[in-house]
């Protein structure tokens, strides 16, 4: 006798709020007409990144016609955005598409466990006055990024005790820090410092950049006039299309020029640094000891971080840390950086699936046994996608593009009456895997054993080109004899850990 399926609760569970959930829910709520959805969301508004960095100057850094969704394309009129008229867009397009009732504000998902006798997974929520909620879903989305919301990178310094003022982490920024006539030094050379240093520095501050290696940087105006002039002459979604299309394709082609000719690519930024700096410029402080796009390029909108470094109010010091005293930072080498305000822009903490606790049937997931499929799902485990964008692109592609491929999933269960879709990876896959990372960022390196495995085989693999990725997902059939469409829950063949033996 076949076994009755009930309904759960709801067709799709999306965690998080931010552009990758909002992302998706849009695609559902267009695409899948019907299904039942609901974005969960533990902070109090929505936007993730967006609504928890606030610190100064806080910014894009892709440009908006690529950052912002490709079926709700940027008006605005910088092209690099702050973070509150990101906010707005995005509050925007929830309203555009009437996802408002869908958000589940508050609600903190702790567990979620694939029950596959019932189909579906259940999870356990925390709402906003601490009580326990249980809830089912039949699809499960991962849109909740990929570094920790409760904890930074916040690697301990000798003497931090004995600083006689703040120190600060840029992702829980005191509203109240009024640096005006003080001293701050700002520890890191990423993106958050380059975009910290010029914002300090406009209110009032003298600031420091102390790095332990140097960055690439690229200036770029904060205005598309290109963009402007064709949104005045041409229809405003054609215009909006030849932008995008125009942005995505140079910058596929700056980066994959910047790893064939490292050499040249970085030639070039220097001269480019060297120009903008004038006397300021120090070849040592702007030469990384890596090449162009092995790890994020820094974008300077209109070079403000080098304006703020040519007109004396910020400089940048190259040296490591020896201790930290009441007055200041003291480096290895003996030289004294005094200070008022210690900033420690110092990365991100990697974590994965928003720390929610996964299992199936009762025994416990681990992420890093299981290998990518087709850039969102994930070897024997039914009905679940993740989010994870580029590292080389705006964030906002890859988002697109998985909502994409999980609307055709969904449309296509529905058409079948299936209820399970399974990318099935037996003992015997044969694959050669391939972890090495794209970049060397910190943060991905230090939470490297924590992220699901790659090989060499694209459909078993997370990759970062997204034209081809693009490519290959329209192009490529759903019933590629991988994923596996079930009408009744089906044990999976004994494999769920199938590739933990093979060492990264």
């Given at each position: 006798?076949?076994?009755?399926?009930?309904?759960?609760?709801?067709?799709?569970?999306?965690?998080?709020?931010?552009?990758?959930?909002?992302?998706?829910?849009?695609?559902?709520?267009?695409?899948?007409?019907?299904?039942?959805?609901?974005?969960?969301?533990?902070?109090?508004?929505?936007?993730?990144?967006?609504?928890?960095?606030?610190?100064?100057?806080?910014?894009?850094?892709?440009?908006?016609?690529?950052?912002?969704?490709?079926?709700?394309?940027?008006?605005?009129?910088?092209?690099?955005?702050?973070?509150?008229?990101?906010?707005?867009?995005?509050?925007?397009?929830?309203?555009?598409?009437?996802?408002?009732?869908?958000?589940?504000?508050?609600?903190?998902?702790?567990?979620?466990?694939?029950?596959?006798?019932?189909?579906?997974?259940?999870?356990?929520?925390?709402?906003?006055?601490?009580?326990?909620?249980?809830?089912?879903?039949?699809?499960?989305?991962?849109?909740?990024g990929y570094y920790d919301h409760d904890a930074a990178h916040d690697p301990p310094l000798a003497g931090?005790?004995?600083?006689?003022?703040?120190?600060?982490?840029?992702?829980?920024?005191?509203?109240?820090?009024?640096?005006?006539?003080?001293?701050?030094?700002?520890?890191?050379?990423?993106?958050?410092?380059?975009?910290?240093?010029?914002?300090?520095?406009?209110?009032?501050?003298?600031?420091?950049?102390?790095?332990?290696?140097?960055?690439?940087?690229?200036?770029?105006?904060?205005?598309?006039?290109?963009?402007?002039?064709?949104?005045?002459?041409?229809?405003a979604r054609l215009a909006a299309r030849l932008v995008r299309a125009r942005n995505i394709r140079l910058g596929a082609w700056f980066y994959n020029r910047a790893r064939r000719a490292p050499?040249?690519?970085?030639?070039?930024?220097?001269?480019?640094?060297?120009?903008?700096?004038?006397?300021?410029?120090?070849?040592?402080?702007?030469?990384?000891?890596?090449?162009?796009?092995?790890?994020?390029?820094?974008?300077?909108?209109?070079?403000?971080?080098?304006?703020?470094?040519?007109?004396?109010?910020?400089?940048?010091?190259?040296?490591?840390?020896?201790?930290?005293?009441?007055?200041?930072?003291?480096?290895?080498?003996?030289?004294?950086?005094?200070?008022?305000?210690?900033?420690?822009?110092?990365?991100?903490?990697?974590?994965?699936?928003?720390?929610?606790?996964?299992?199936?049937?009762?025994?416990?997931?681990?992420?890093?046994?299981?290998?990518?499929?087709?850039?969102?799902?994930?070897?024997?485990?039914?009905?679940?996608?993740?989010?994870?964008?580029?590292?080389?692109?705006?964030?906002?592609?890859?988002?697109?593009?998985?909502?994409?491929?999980?609307?055709?999933?969904?449309?296509?269960?529905?058409?079948?009456?299936?209820?399970?879709?399974?990318?099935?990876?037996?003992?015997?896959?044969?694959?050669?895997?391939?972890?090495?990372?794209?970049?060397?960022?910190?943060?991905?390196?230090?939470?490297?054993?924590?992220?699901?495995?790659?090989?060499?085989?694209?459909?078993?693999?997370?990759?970062?080109?997204?034209?081809?990725?693009?490519?290959?997902?329209?192009?490529?059939?759903?019933?590629?004899?991988?994923?596996?469409?079930?009408?009744?829950?089906?044990?999976?063949?004994?494999?769920?850990?199938?590739?933990?033996?093979?060492?990264?």
């Amino acid at each position: 006798m076949a076994m009755t399926i009930h309904a759960p609760d709801l067709d799709v569970a999306i965690i998080g709020a931010g552009i990758s959930g909002i992302s998706m829910a849009a695609h559902i709520a267009r695409d899948c007409p019907g299904h039942r959805f609901a974005l969960l969301e533990r902070r109090a508004s929505l936007g993730g990144t967006w609504d928890l960095f606030r610190y100064p100057g806080v910014r894009s850094d892709s440009d908006m016609h690529t950052l912002g969704f490709g079926f709700a394309p940027w008006r605005g009129a910088d092209a690099i955005a702050d973070g509150a008229a990101i906010r707005d867009y995005l509050n925007e397009t929830v309203s555009l598409f009437d996802l408002d009732r869908h958000i589940r504000r508050n609600t903190r998902v702790t567990a979620a466990d694939w029950d596959s006798a019932a189909a579906c997974w259940r999870l356990v929520l925390i709402d906003a006055a601490g009580a326990e909620q249980r809830l089912t879903a039949r699809f499960l989305v991962l849109a909740s990024g990929y570094y920790d919301h409760d904890a930074a990178h916040d690697p301990p310094l000798a003497g931090e005790q004995d600083f006689a003022g703040p120190i600060v982490l840029p992702q829980f920024w005191p509203q109240d820090l009024d640096v005006a006539g003080r001293q701050v030094v700002v520890i890191g050379s990423g993106a958050t410092a380059a975009t910290l240093v010029p914002a300090l520095a406009q209110r009032g501050a003298q600031v420091t950049m102390l790095q332990r290696t140097p960055t690439w940087f690229i200036a770029s105006p904060r205005q598309d006039r290109l963009a402007q002039l064709l949104h005045r002459v041409l229809p405003a979604r054609l215009a909006a299309r030849l932008v995008r299309a125009r942005n995505i394709r140079l910058g596929a082609w700056f980066y994959n020029r910047a790893r064939r000719a490292p050499d040249k690519v970085g030639a070039w930024l220097k001269r480019r640094a060297a120009r903008a700096l004038g006397p300021a410029w120090n070849e040592a402080a702007f030469t990384p000891p890596y090449g162009p796009w092995q790890q994020r390029l820094c974008l300077v909108p209109d070079g403000d971080l080098f304006a703020a470094i040519r007109a004396g109010q910020a400089r940048v010091v190259t040296g490591h840390i020896a201790r930290i005293e009441a007055g200041g930072v003291v480096l290895a080498d003996g030289q004294r950086l005094p200070a008022d305000v210690i900033v420690k822009a110092t990365g991100l903490k990697l974590a994965v699936a928003g720390k929610i606790a996964l299992s199936r049937d009762g025994v416990a997931v681990n992420l890093a046994d299981h290998v990518n499929y087709k850039d969102c799902m994930l070897s024997n485990l039914p009905n679940l996608v993740q989010v994870f964008g580029y590292l080389n692109a705006s964030w906002t592609l890859r988002a697109d593009l998985v909502a994409t491929f999980t609307t055709r999933v969904l449309a296509h269960m529905a058409r079948t009456g299936t209820h399970v879709a399974t990318p099935v990876l037996g003992a015997d896959h044969g694959l050669e895997m391939d972890d090495t990372p794209a970049f060397s960022s910190g943060y991905l390196l230090r939470g490297q054993a924590m992220l699901p495995r790659s090989s060499t085989d694209r459909r078993w693999r997370l990759n970062h080109d997204y034209l081809a990725d693009r490519a290959f997902l329209a192009k490529d059939p759903l019933e590629d004899g991988v994923l596996r469409f079930d009408r009744a829950p089906q044990p999976l063949a004994p494999a769920p850990d199938c590739v933990i033996d093979t060492p990264r």
